[in-house]
């Protein structure tokens, strides 16, 4: 399949010279060697030229093969979708509790901007936390069992609170969506700074607010709690220590 990816270069955070990079050629694992789980054929859906074909010349039996576009389609209304990506590394011959193995990636459309976080082995036990500083700065926390990865965002424009979160577990890739508000194309998030901590475990509690007490029998409750300044998406299984607030 042939794309015409003009109208989006000045928006590719990667710069114009890694897109050139798979011009006029199969780009499929270039682009799969970052982006292995994006799905291209969606976004460029509006960027389609044509289905490369391959045949014979005209009046020539023995003639060379010839390369033909068809179906040309207007790229120009394309949704503009920029994305980059970045690894995290241990230290050589230390164990980084599956810090090594997360891929980060970003994507967005005209009114939202998404941030993917996706396991490339099998880590179960960890667990997500979006945080909001303001309207422009964003904190996410990874937890593993013995390292914390900290991910602050300053974006360059402003968003609403709370994101949409969405996790697959057969893909192992956890998304945040959010809103912008002012509705147009950035030509990147904005600044990030990555750190790595010890968790060190210490019981720590926060508060929440009970949006629905729901008995499933005569001693068991359902409660879900919100918290205005955060999100938590904890593992399958994991158990909570909860204690009520005297009134």
């Not at 005209?58 to 990506?85: F, K, M, R």
């Not at 194309?185 to 990030?192: A, K, R, T, V």
């Not at 750190?195 to 729901?214: F, G, L, P, T």
Request: net charge neutral; aromatic share 8%.
């Amino acid at each position: 399949m042939v794309f015409n990816v003009t109208q989006y270069m000045d928006f590719h955070p990667g710069g114009v010279d890694e897109l050139m990079r798979g011009v006029g050629k199969d780009a499929t694992k270039l682009f799969e060697s970052v982006h292995a789980w994006v799905n291209y054929q969606s976004i460029l859906q509006k960027c389609v030229v044509g289905r490369l074909s391959r045949g014979s010349v005209s009046g020539s039996s023995s003639s060379p093969t010839e390369n033909t576009v068809s179906n040309t389609a207007d790229c120009s209304s394309a949704t503009l979708n920029p994305i980059t990506s970045c690894t995290t590394r241990s230290q050589e011959n230390a164990s980084d509790g599956g810090l090594s193995s997360i891929k980060m990636d970003w994507k967005q459309t005209v009114p939202t901007i998404t941030f993917y976080y996706k396991m490339l082995r099998n880590c179960p036990g960890v667990s997500y936390e979006v945080a909001k500083r303001s309207d422009t700065k964003v904190a996410f926390k990874l937890i593993f069992e013995n390292d914390i990865l900290t991910h602050d965002l300053d974006l360059i424009g402003e968003v609403e609170w709370p994101p949409v979160c969405a996790r697959n577990l057969e893909t192992m890739q956890v998304e945040f969506t959010f809103t912008k508000r002012d509705k147009m194309p950035w030509m990147n998030f904005g600044e990030q700074v990555m750190c790595r901590h010890i968790n060190d475990n210490i019981q720590s509690y926060r508060e929440y607010k009970v949006v629905a007490n729901e008995p499933l029998s005569k001693n068991v409750y359902m409660l879900i709690l919100q918290s205005k300044e955060f999100v938590q998406i904890l593992p399958l299984g994991r158990h909570v220590i909860a204690k009520l607030n005297n009134l």
